[in-house]
T-cell receptor, first 113, second 117 residues
Framework: LAKTTQPISMDSYEGQEVNITCSHNNIATNDYITWYQQFPSQGPRFIIQGYKTKVTNEVASLFIPADRKSSTLSLPRVSLSDTAVYYC??????????????FGGGTRVLVKP | DVKVTQSSRYLVKRTGEKVFLECVQDMDHENMFWYRQDPGLGLRLIYF???????EKGDIPEGYSVSREKKERFSLILESASTNQTSMYLCASSFQVGNRGTGNTIYFGEGSWLTVV
């Protein structure tokens, strides 16, 4: 599983766009990039997933450059309720024996009024 | 919607007690996982199962065991609880990509807060 590096924390204000970049220099050909959001006292929940270029859904956008060695999660016009920890996960999804799913430390996003 | 249900949200147990944490998923997922989450340490994988009766150790299996007798159910067992096992425990599940052609999306339960006194 590719190791990921994210900033530990980020502060923002309501209405701003938040961009969180994740580095994954040793990403493999079959790896997908997935982002999860976790609120206090809850389990992480899936936000968005991509393989290359750009993916957008109702919650966020995911930008992946051609070399795929990094990815950026973009949260448009954040609100206070977007305060959470965001995890970047990179893997080939082959959850067979020996393949462990390990999360990095995540990025703690604090949205201020 | 995918649902991963953990049987207990909050538990308080005494040192030395045997503790069972139960998890059930309703999406026919092949894979199931148990994590613990502690402040400053992120999510750490305890055990992983990719099929009924199959299990693999994660990063921190010591002091834990697991049981997967049915596809939808994955139990975490603390044979003799200790205070350093006070934590939030998260169960998760996913398909195996080879069968479903999707990316590596996993689904988490709401967590079980265990306090060992």
């Amino acid at each position: 599983l590719a190791k990921t590096t994210q900033p530990i924390s980020m502060d923002s204000y309501e209405g701003q766009e938040v961009n969180i970049t994740c580095s994954h220099n040793n990403i493999a050909t079959n790896d997908y990039i997935t982002w999860y959001q976790q609120f206090p006292s809850q389990g992480p929940r899936f936000i968005i997933q991509g393989y290359k270029t750009k993916v957008t859904n109702e919650v966020a956008s995911l930008f992946i450059p051609a070399d795929r060695k990094s990815s950026t999660l973009s949260l448009p016009r954040v609100s206070l309720s977007d305060t959470a920890v965001y995890y970047c996960l990179v893997g080939d999804g082959l959850w067979a024996a020996g393949n462990k799913l390990t999360f990095g430390g995540g990025t703690r996003v604090l949205v201020k009024p | 919607d995918v649902k991963v249900t953990q049987s207990s949200r909050y538990l308080v147990k005494r040192t030395g007690e045997k503790v069972f944490l139960e998890c059930v998923q309703d999406m026919d997922h092949e894979n199931m996982f148990w994590y613990r989450q502690d402040p400053g340490l992120g999510l750490r994988l305890i055990y992983f199962s990719y099929d009924v009766k199959m299990k693999e150790k994660g990063d921190i299996p010591e002091g834990y065991s697991v049981s997967r007798e049915k596809k939808e159910r994955f139990s975490l067992i603390l044979e003799s609880a200790s205070t350093n096992q006070t934590s939030m425990y998260l169960c998760a599940s996913s398909f195996q990509v080879g069968n479903r052609g999707t990316g590596n999306t996993i689904y988490f339960g709401e967590g079980s807060w265990l306090t060992v006194v």
